[in-house]
């Protein structure tokens, strides 16, 4: 079976690049700077469900999308998650956070509802982003 993205990530996210393991993605909220990473291997479900090296692979990936992110952000904090309660596919949450964001100090999870970026914004966003990372 090949990868494919779950279709609440792709309704959430607009692509930014794949990677040597995962699709990075940017979720489509205005309100934080906020990269999922999804690892394209079928089924995988839980970090334990990745072959040794693909785990090594994606800690390098998590840690290059969170040093970028804080970078291009100015963040304090950058919070790094994998919930998956809602979404069960694999997949991993890079968020950076500042001093007075809509949710700060509390956790991004939960907080009110998404704010979808307008088109110009979230392109000049993207483009950074992918020049950056």
Not at 2 to 8: C, D, E, I, M, Y
Not at 25 to 31: E, M, Q
Not at 46 to 52: H, I, M, T, V
């Amino acid at each position: 079976m090949s990868f494919t993205l779950h279709p609440r990530l792709a309704a959430d996210t607009v692509f930014v690049a794949d990677w040597t393991l995962s699709r990075v993605l940017l979720t489509n909220d205005a309100r934080y700077p906020w990269l999922i990473l999804v690892p394209r291997v079928a089924d995988a479900s839980e970090l334990f469900d990745l072959a040794r090296q693909e785990r090594a692979t994606l800690i390098e990936e998590t840690s290059r999308a969170a040093r970028g992110l804080k970078d291009l952000a100015a963040a304090a904090k950058i919070n790094i998650g994998a919930l998956g309660n809602l979404v069960p596919q694999l997949h991993v949450h890079v968020v950076a956070r500042r001093d007075g964001d809509a949710a700060w100090p509390g956790p991004v999870w939960g907080h009110g509802a998404a704010v979808p970026y307008e088109p110009g914004a979230r392109d000049a966003v993207l483009d950074k982003i992918r020049a950056g990372l």
